[in-house]
């Protein structure tokens, strides 16, 4: 079956510029988290959505945000960019609906290079 | 508050060693251990999980990890290193009660010498 497809693979932005992100997991899974990945911070949460709702959230500024769609495909979306925003944005997808299925994993995509200059 | 510590941010191992690369976790329910590789500019790929049962777990590509629930430690393994092991590697935990969030250590970078 299909992986969790990020779309655009790379993307290059002007500071001050917003710019959105998609996901789409895999079929069946109604979870979708985000993560920020840079050199120096290593993964960051910025946070999960299931079934349309956001159900958890990181510690990011409110210029990042982001939905989720009633076939379970996701958007994140990032409000006057800065230099420091570049990074690779993770998406990942999972089962996890309820603690009956918690032993499941995440799947990732490979995620979207952002690069703002 | 849960949290995992991956206190290597390199290791290096010459080819056909043993490898060892290590975690340790602090969660408030049951915990939920995974451990994920990274390859340049990928994402990142499941390599196995503890949820219950043997404390030794068998995942891909021959990597195993031991639970250990008296050091809360959940080290990867790997009795013979290969060059294409070089990558990151990433120990996550999950708690099980409340089945939330993933947390993420910081990585810990691979290198096996030829």
């Known amino acids: 079956k299909a992986g969790v497809t990020q779309t655009p693979r790379y993307l290059i932005k002007t500071r001050g510029q917003q710019v959105t992100l998609s996901c789409s997991p895999i079929?069946?899974?109604?979870?979708v988290s985000w993560y920020q990945q840079t050199p120096g911070q290593g993964l960051q949460f910025l946070f999960e959505?299931?079934?349309?709702?956001?159900?958890n959230k990181g510690n990011f500024p409110g210029r990042f945000s982001g939905r989720q769609f009633s076939n379970s495909r996701s958007e994140m979306n990032v409000s006057t960019l800065e230099l420091g925003d570049s990074a690779l944005y993770l998406c990942?997808?999972?089962?996890?609906?309820?603690?009956?299925?918690?032993?499941?994993?995440?799947?990732f995509g490979s995620g979207t290079r952002l690069t703002v200059v | 508050a849960q949290s995992v510590a991956q206190p290597e941010d390199q290791v290096n191992v010459a080819e056909g060693n043993p490898l060892t690369v290590k975690c340790t976790y602090s969660?408030?329910?049951?915990?939920?251990l995974f451990w994920y590789v990274q390859y340049p500019n990928r994402g990142l790929q499941f390599l196995l999980k503890?949820?219950?049962?043997?404390?030794l777990v068998k995942g891909s590509y021959g990597f195993e990890a031991e639970f250990n629930k008296s050091q809360t430690s959940f080290h990867l393994k790997k009795p013979s290193a290969l060059v294409s092991d070089s990558a990151l590697y990433f120990c996550a935990v999950r708690d099980g009660n409340t089945g939330n969030q993933f947390y993420f250590g910081t990585g810990t970078s691979l290198t096996v010498i030829p």
């Open positions: 503890y949820i219950t049962g043997d404390n």
């Open positions: 990942a997808s999972s089962l996890w609906g309820d603690v009956n299925v918690a032993n499941y994993g995440y799947t």
């Open positions: 079929s069946g899974h109604r979870s």
């Open positions: 959505y299931f079934s349309e709702t956001q159900r």
């Open positions: 969660v408030s329910g049951n915990p939920y």
